[in-house]
């Protein structure tokens, strides 16, 4: 079965940094691609980050400069380090699994799987 499970959120400060973890298994971790997606109250699910399985990033404009897409696959998980954080970045943080995914990363339609979220909030 798989598994694609968030941590590292919480509240943080505008201005401050928070580093989120998708741990996944079940699955050949190194032939997915990787996003995250977020989601504020009353809001659609939009896209914030994505690594293909060859290591291409791909940023929202909103978040560039600020965050940071990683993945380890030794370790078969993704990290967003979020930087310089604003109160706009207030959402649960969704993280999802593409199959050999290349093209079309901002799109949700695109992932097979996706984690239960985390939740982060910046306050100001």
């Known amino acids: 079965q798989v598994q694609l499970v968030e941590s590292g959120g919480g509240l943080v400060q505008a201005g401050g940094s928070l580093r989120l973890s998708c741990a996944s298994s079940?699955?050949?971790?190194?032939?997915?691609?990787m996003g995250w997606f977020r989601q504020a109250p009353g809001k659609e699910r939009e896209f914030v980050a994505a690594i293909s399985w060859s290591g291409s990033t791909y940023y929202a404009d909103s978040v560039k400069g600020r965050f940071t897409i990683s993945r380890d696959n030794a370790k078969n998980t993704v990290y967003l380090q979020m930087n310089s954080l604003k109160a706009e970045d207030t959402a649960v943080y969704y993280c999802?699994?593409?199959?050999?995914?290349?093209?079309?990363?901002?799109?949700?339609?695109?992932?097979?799987?996706w984690g239960q979220g985390t939740q982060v909030t910046v306050s100001s």
């Open positions: 079940g699955l050949t971790f190194s032939t997915y691609s």
């Open positions: 999802a699994a593409a199959y050999y995914g290349s093209s079309g990363l901002q799109t949700r339609t695109k992932y097979d799987f």
